[in-house]
Nanobody, 120 residues
Framework: VQLQASGGGLVQPGGSLTLSCATG???????FGWFRQVPGKEREFVAL????????DYSDSVKGRFIISRDSAKNTVYLRMNSLKPEDTAVYYC???????????????WGQGTQVTVSS
């Protein structure tokens, strides 16, 4: 399984950005997650979605601002990020797991990461 994340970049505070993750073909039972990491800190959960039902979950820090979605026909997972804040600056990773949970260790396959920088 190879994941390819894209869409990162530089955006001003309050702006929006959409990340994409090409997943390739996956099992219907798959769970897709987005995580982020800043230097010196542990990777943290951002959002996840169940492929079959579209059920989602978000970290408290992004709830109401970020939206995770999937397009099964395109084998792609998206993360729409609105009202971005400087503290959202991080490398964002997409991942695939098999259980609906936010632990990093629950995800077996990872993309290479895409940098998001929120700054004026």
């Amino acid at each position: 399984v190879q994941l390819q994340a894209s869409g990162g970049g530089l955006v001003q505070p309050g702006g929006s950005l959409t990340l994409s993750c090409a997943t390739g073909r996956t099992y219907s039972s798959s769970v897709f997650g987005w995580f982020r990491q800043v230097p010196g800190k542990e990777r943290e959960f951002v959002a996840l979605i169940r492929k079959s039902s579209g059920t989602t979950d978000y970290s408290d820090s992004v709830k109401g601002r970020f939206i995770i979605s999937r397009d099964s026909a395109k084998n792609t997972v998206y993360l729409r990020m609105n009202s971005l804040k400087p503290e959202d600056t991080a490398v964002y990773y997409c991942a695939i797991g098999s259980t609906f949970e936010s632990r990093v260790s629950a995800y077996k396959y990872w993309g290479q990461g895409t940098q998001v920088t929120v700054s004026s």
